[in-house]
Protein backbone atom coordinates (compact mmCIF):
# COMPACT_ATOMS: atom_id res chain seq x y z
CA UNK A 1 0.00 0.00 0.00
CA UNK A 2 1.05 3.26 -1.07
CA UNK A 3 2.46 5.86 1.83
CA UNK A 4 1.35 9.28 2.55
CA UNK A 5 2.42 11.29 -0.55
CA UNK A 6 3.06 15.14 -0.56
CA UNK A 7 4.64 17.49 -3.40
CA UNK A 8 6.25 19.37 -4.42
CA UNK A 9 9.37 17.90 -1.95
CA UNK A 10 11.07 21.07 -2.14
CA UNK A 11 9.76 24.86 -3.10
CA UNK A 12 11.93 28.42 -2.46
CA UNK A 13 9.71 31.23 -2.39
CA UNK A 14 9.80 35.02 -1.84
CA UNK A 15 8.55 36.60 1.12
CA UNK A 16 4.91 38.01 0.81
CA UNK A 17 3.94 35.49 -2.08
CA UNK A 18 1.68 32.80 -1.15
CA UNK A 19 2.50 28.81 -1.49
CA UNK A 20 -0.04 25.97 -1.86
CA UNK A 21 1.27 22.55 -0.18
CA UNK A 22 -0.50 18.98 -1.76
CA UNK A 23 -0.86 15.84 0.62
CA UNK A 24 -2.33 12.54 -0.72
CA UNK A 25 -2.99 9.92 2.42
CA UNK A 26 -3.02 6.47 2.60
CA UNK A 27 -6.02 4.62 0.74
CA UNK A 28 -8.61 4.34 3.18
CA UNK A 29 -7.43 7.21 5.49
CA UNK A 30 -10.05 9.84 6.19
CA UNK A 31 -7.87 12.19 8.33
CA UNK A 32 -5.20 14.48 7.34
CA UNK A 33 -2.93 16.36 9.90
CA UNK A 34 -0.58 19.24 8.86
CA UNK A 35 2.49 19.75 10.73
CA UNK A 36 5.06 22.22 10.88
CA UNK A 37 8.87 21.27 11.79
CA UNK A 38 11.53 24.04 12.62
CA UNK A 39 15.02 23.73 14.71
CA UNK A 40 13.70 26.47 16.50
CA UNK A 41 10.25 25.56 17.54
CA UNK A 42 10.03 21.45 17.01
CA UNK A 43 7.56 20.07 15.69
CA UNK A 44 3.88 21.98 16.02
CA UNK A 45 0.95 20.83 14.97
CA UNK A 46 -1.25 23.19 12.32
CA UNK A 47 -4.79 21.56 11.83
CA UNK A 48 -6.51 18.53 11.22
CA UNK A 49 -9.20 17.57 8.37
CA UNK A 50 -11.78 15.00 8.17
CA UNK A 51 -14.84 14.64 6.25
CA UNK A 52 -13.68 17.94 4.38
CA UNK A 53 -13.93 19.75 7.51
CA UNK A 54 -11.63 21.37 9.90
CA UNK A 55 -11.22 19.74 13.26
CA UNK A 56 -8.83 21.19 14.85
CA UNK A 57 -6.72 23.75 14.83
CA UNK A 58 -2.76 25.21 16.29
CA UNK A 59 -2.10 28.18 17.72
CA UNK A 60 -0.87 29.66 13.98
CA UNK A 61 -1.92 32.62 12.06
CA UNK A 62 -4.95 32.92 9.78
CA UNK A 63 -2.21 33.15 6.82
CA UNK A 64 -1.92 29.53 7.26
CA UNK A 65 -4.91 27.98 5.80
CA UNK A 66 -5.83 24.32 4.80
CA UNK A 67 -8.75 22.33 2.84
CA UNK A 68 -9.53 18.74 2.45
CA UNK A 69 -11.35 17.53 -0.87
CA UNK A 70 -14.03 14.67 -1.13
CA UNK A 71 -11.25 12.25 -2.19
CA UNK A 72 -9.26 12.93 1.62
CA UNK A 73 -6.36 14.60 -0.41
CA UNK A 74 -6.12 17.95 1.50
CA UNK A 75 -3.93 21.04 0.70
CA UNK A 76 -2.40 24.13 3.17
CA UNK A 77 -1.87 27.17 1.90
CA UNK A 78 0.42 30.25 3.20
CA UNK A 79 -0.06 33.80 2.46
CA UNK A 80 2.39 36.52 2.59
CA UNK A 81 5.08 34.59 3.17
CA UNK A 82 7.44 35.75 5.79
CA UNK A 83 11.21 34.42 6.41
CA UNK A 84 10.04 32.77 9.52
CA UNK A 85 7.62 30.42 7.50
CA UNK A 86 10.95 28.59 6.15
CA UNK A 87 10.34 25.19 7.54
CA UNK A 88 9.41 21.43 6.31
CA UNK A 89 5.73 20.72 6.55
CA UNK A 90 4.07 17.58 7.35
CA UNK A 91 1.57 15.51 6.42
CA UNK A 92 -0.05 12.91 7.94
CA UNK A 93 -2.89 10.52 7.65
CA UNK A 94 -4.92 8.63 10.31
CA UNK A 95 -7.98 5.97 9.89
CA UNK A 96 -11.21 7.40 11.18
CA UNK A 97 -12.78 3.70 11.66
CA UNK A 98 -11.50 -0.30 12.28
CA UNK A 99 -8.13 -0.66 13.81
CA UNK A 100 -5.26 2.24 14.16
CA UNK A 101 -6.86 5.14 14.36
CA UNK A 102 -5.05 6.33 16.68
CA UNK A 103 -2.05 6.35 14.66
CA UNK A 104 -0.88 9.25 12.54
CA UNK A 105 1.68 7.72 9.04
CA UNK A 106 3.47 10.41 8.15
CA UNK A 107 4.43 11.71 4.83
CA UNK A 108 8.01 12.85 3.51
CA UNK A 109 7.26 16.57 3.94
CA UNK A 110 7.89 19.40 1.49
CA UNK A 111 10.71 21.58 2.41
CA UNK A 112 9.44 25.37 1.77
CA UNK A 113 12.48 28.10 1.61
CA UNK A 114 11.46 31.64 2.02
CA UNK A 115 13.84 34.23 0.85
CA UNK B 1 -1.35 21.84 30.15
CA UNK B 2 -0.40 18.77 27.74
CA UNK B 3 3.10 18.14 27.38
CA UNK B 4 6.28 16.01 26.79
CA UNK B 5 9.83 16.24 27.65
CA UNK B 6 13.14 14.38 25.71
CA UNK B 7 15.51 15.69 28.35
CA UNK B 8 18.54 14.76 26.43
CA UNK B 9 19.15 16.28 22.98
CA UNK B 10 21.48 13.97 22.12
CA UNK B 11 22.52 10.33 22.87
CA UNK B 12 26.09 8.34 21.94
CA UNK B 13 25.54 4.60 22.15
CA UNK B 14 28.35 1.94 20.29
CA UNK B 15 27.13 -0.32 18.23
CA UNK B 16 25.94 -3.50 19.80
CA UNK B 17 25.34 -2.01 23.34
CA UNK B 18 21.87 -1.67 24.29
CA UNK B 19 20.57 1.98 24.04
CA UNK B 20 17.81 3.92 25.96
CA UNK B 21 16.32 7.26 24.72
CA UNK B 22 14.17 8.91 27.35
CA UNK B 23 10.63 10.49 27.76
CA UNK B 24 8.53 11.97 30.09
CA UNK B 25 4.91 13.21 29.73
CA UNK B 26 2.48 15.38 31.48
CA UNK B 27 -1.52 14.69 30.90
CA UNK B 28 -4.24 14.63 32.44
CA UNK B 29 -5.87 11.47 32.32
CA UNK B 30 -4.38 8.25 30.31
CA UNK B 31 -2.00 8.51 27.96
CA UNK B 32 -1.87 7.56 24.62
CA UNK B 33 2.06 7.43 23.73
CA UNK B 34 4.18 7.26 20.61
CA UNK B 35 7.45 6.63 19.08
CA UNK B 36 8.61 8.24 15.62
CA UNK B 37 12.17 8.15 14.21
CA UNK B 38 13.25 10.67 11.23
CA UNK B 39 16.40 10.09 9.56
CA UNK B 40 17.83 13.04 7.52
CA UNK B 41 15.52 14.51 4.96
CA UNK B 42 12.92 12.19 5.50
CA UNK B 43 9.15 12.31 7.33
CA UNK B 44 9.08 10.81 10.91
CA UNK B 45 8.32 6.61 10.61
CA UNK B 46 6.27 5.30 13.06
CA UNK B 47 7.86 3.22 15.93
CA UNK B 48 5.62 2.19 18.51
CA UNK B 49 3.04 2.97 20.53
CA UNK B 50 1.24 2.66 23.96
CA UNK B 51 -2.43 3.04 24.63
CA UNK B 52 -3.27 0.39 27.38
CA UNK B 53 -2.43 -2.83 28.16
CA UNK B 54 1.39 -4.31 28.64
CA UNK B 55 3.88 -1.88 29.93
CA UNK B 56 6.47 -2.94 27.47
CA UNK B 57 5.63 -2.24 24.24
CA UNK B 58 7.41 -3.86 21.10
CA UNK B 59 7.47 -1.99 17.94
CA UNK B 60 9.50 -1.91 14.40
CA UNK B 61 13.56 -2.59 13.58
CA UNK B 62 13.71 -4.23 17.51
CA UNK B 63 12.99 -1.19 18.98
CA UNK B 64 10.59 -1.26 22.54
CA UNK B 65 9.27 1.20 25.28
CA UNK B 66 8.11 0.75 28.42
CA UNK B 67 5.44 2.79 29.83
CA UNK B 68 6.11 3.50 33.50
CA UNK B 69 2.62 5.42 35.09
CA UNK B 70 4.51 6.11 38.64
CA UNK B 71 7.45 7.82 36.77
CA UNK B 72 5.21 9.60 33.99
CA UNK B 73 7.94 7.79 31.50
CA UNK B 74 7.95 6.38 28.09
CA UNK B 75 11.64 5.05 28.06
CA UNK B 76 12.60 4.20 23.98
CA UNK B 77 14.98 0.95 24.19
CA UNK B 78 16.93 -1.56 22.16
CA UNK B 79 19.04 -4.20 23.22
CA UNK B 80 21.87 -3.82 20.80
CA UNK B 81 22.25 -0.32 18.72
CA UNK B 82 23.26 -0.64 14.77
CA UNK B 83 25.06 2.05 13.18
CA UNK B 84 22.00 3.02 10.95
CA UNK B 85 19.89 3.43 14.27
CA UNK B 86 21.17 6.89 14.18
CA UNK B 87 18.66 9.22 13.59
CA UNK B 88 16.20 12.16 15.55
CA UNK B 89 13.59 10.40 17.64
CA UNK B 90 10.50 12.17 18.75
CA UNK B 91 8.02 10.94 21.43
CA UNK B 92 4.78 12.36 21.32
CA UNK B 93 1.07 12.18 23.36
CA UNK B 94 -2.24 12.10 21.52
CA UNK B 95 -3.57 15.82 22.24
CA UNK B 96 -6.48 14.87 24.65
CA UNK B 97 -7.84 18.72 25.35
CA UNK B 98 -10.65 17.94 23.39
CA UNK B 99 -12.34 14.44 24.38
CA UNK B 100 -9.46 12.73 21.96
CA UNK B 101 -11.99 12.97 19.07
CA UNK B 102 -9.27 14.83 17.11
CA UNK B 103 -6.10 13.31 16.45
CA UNK B 104 -3.20 15.89 16.42
CA UNK B 105 -0.06 14.68 18.75
CA UNK B 106 1.82 16.73 21.11
CA UNK B 107 5.53 16.02 20.29
CA UNK B 108 8.98 16.56 21.80
CA UNK B 109 12.09 18.09 21.27
CA UNK B 110 13.92 15.13 19.31
CA UNK B 111 16.62 13.24 20.47
CA UNK B 112 19.77 13.14 18.11
CA UNK B 113 20.98 9.26 18.57
CA UNK B 114 24.26 8.36 17.14
CA UNK B 115 25.83 4.95 16.92
CA UNK B 116 29.18 4.78 16.58
CA UNK B 117 30.86 1.32 14.83
Known sequence: KAG?????????????????????????????????????QGLQFLFEYFSETQRNKGNFPGRFSG???????????????????????????????????????FGPGTRLTVL | AQSVAQPEDQVNVAEGNPLTVKCTYSVSGNPYLFWYVQYPNRGL?????????DNLVKGSYGFEAEFNKSQTS???????????DSALYFCAVRDMSYGG?????????????????
Open chain 1, 4 to 40: VTQTPRYLIKTRGQQVTLSCSPISGHRSVSWYQQTPG
Open chain 1, 67 to 105: RQFSNSRSEMNVSTLELGDSALYLCASRRLAGPETDTQY
Open chain 2, 45 to 53: QFLLKYITG
Open chain 2, 74 to 84: FHLKKPSALVS
Open chain 2, 101 to 117: SQGNLIFGKGTKLSVKP
